[in-house]
């Protein structure tokens, strides 16, 4: 093992400990596995068609009324690249409280399917991945293994950041930059 992974793991590990083990609500998406943390997961909701809105990049799916709430409903599977979310009967909506330079933004994500609430430990997450995950590493805040498999620990301040997101929204659509 290299330096900068051996530190890498110890300051994920020192951190994780100095909270305890964390929980994860974990999902499918394109047959993979990922997990957020249940801090910032205020609920889930049966898939509905979200009301598209012109002239949005493609992962931004549409918005939804939630209780009155107008929220931006993000295709996770777009978010990564990877084409958009084929809806099945399992797909539904994970509503995030996102708190970004301390202005909370609830937004609605489309996973394939949400499969448990786990607890993982400090000492079973792994930091990132160097290469090989279909995933930019800088989304990934580390690998959850769980008995014979690992689970990829998004960090929802980056894969969600509003300012990231306007920007390649200002680049898919050039006419709104102005």
């Known amino acids: 093992m290299t330096a900068p992974v051996t530190a890498a793991r110890t300051q994920l590990q020192a951190l994780a400990a100095s909270a305890g083990a964390e929980q994860y609500l974990t999902f499918n998406l394109g047959g993979e596995a990922f997990a957020i943390g249940i801090l910032c997961i205020k609920e889930i909701i049966e898939y509905g068609k979200p009301t598209t809105v012109p002239m949005m990049p493609a992962f931004i799916h549409g918005v939804i009324n939630l209780r009155g709430a107008v929220l931006p409903v993000i295709d996770l599977s777009a978010r990564f690249a990877r084409g958009t979310s084929r809806i099945g009967r399992r797909s539904c909506i994970v509503i995030l409280e996102v708190d970004e330079d301390g202005v909370q933004q609830d937004i609605g994500v489309i996973v394939d399917s949400v499969n448990e609430v786990v607890e993982i430990p400090p000492s079973d997450i792994e930091p990132p991945p160097a290469f090989g995950a279909q995933v930019r590493t800088d989304y990934i ?30 680049f898919g659509n050039p006419g709104l930059a102005a």
Not at 147 to 164: G, K, P, T, Y
């Open 141 to 170: 805040r580390g690998m959850g293994r769980l008995a014979e498999r690992f689970v990829i620990l998004l960090d929802v301040a980056r894969v969600f950041s509003m300012q990231e997101m306007s920007v390649l929204q200002h």
